[in-house]
Antibody, heavy 118, light 108 residues
């Protein structure tokens, strides 16, 4: 059974850095892309980007290029989403999801709630 | 970028009713590479349909997708209580991948 287990909720201040994680199991981690989707409060889903753990090839949505870093560690089957300087507008739920061939997401993590407030 | 416009924004329906949700693209979706997801409150999204009409593993037959080009629909036959949720379409025929803004199905 494919499982994606995300790290817990975070409360941070503007300007702080953050790295959240997503540990995958139940499939060959290096065979499929894995990505991140944002849901801001009261809003819909936004495609942030994906990474291929086999060679770390990464694709970003235009709104997220340069704003976040997506990475993966194939030694621990874990994907990451990180910020160097958080803003209040980064407050959202972030979902990791297994992405089939850079296409659709067929398995999702439980979500990580990130709150950025002074 | 391909903009996906879902309609209606909210659909009020009763259990056992059949409903149709629309997803219209601003440009042709290559190879009908369009997916539908269900998102229940407090849960993670769930893939329902990919390639416009192929049901994902474990998805009940009451969910069906159709369409091509720029116009796509998701039909739910005989709504069950657990079907009252948000539904999103997503295109993956072009970069960047994009989601529609969602349709909420609530209880009439």
């Amino acid at each position: 059974e494919v499982q994606l287990v995300q790290s817990g909720a975070e409360v941070k201040k503007p300007g702080e850095s953050l790295k959240i994680s997503c540990k995958a199991s139940g499939y060959i981690f290096t065979d499929d892309w894995i990505g991140w989707v944002r849901q801001m409060p009261g809003r819909g889903l936004e495609w942030m980007g994906i990474v291929y753990p086999g060679d770390s090839d990464t694709r970003y949505g235009p709104s997220f290029q340069g704003q976040v870093t997506i990475s993966a560690d194939k030694s621990t089957n874990t994907a990451y989403l990180q910020w160097t300087s958080l803003k209040a507008s980064d407050t959202a739920i972030y979902y990791c999801a297994r992405n089939i061939g850079t296409n659709f997401f067929n398995a999702w993590g439980q979500g990580t709630r990130v709150t950025v407030s002074s | 970028d391909i903009v996906l416009t879902q309609s209606p924004g909210t659909l009020s329906a009763s259990p056992d009713q059949s409903v149709t949700l629309s997803c219209r693209a601003s440009q042709t979706v290559n190879a009908n590479y369009l997916a539908w997801y269900q998102h229940r409150p407090g849960q993670s999204p769930r893939l329902l349909i990919y390639e416009a009409s192929t049901r994902a593993i474990g998805i009940p037959e009451r969910f069906s997708g159709s369409g091509s080009g720029t116009d796509f629909t998701l039909t739910i036959s005989r709504l069950e209580p657990e079907d009252f949720a948000m539904y999103y379409c997503q295109q993956y025929g072009s970069s960047p991948r994009t989601f529609g803004q969602g349709t909420k199905i609530d209880v009439k």
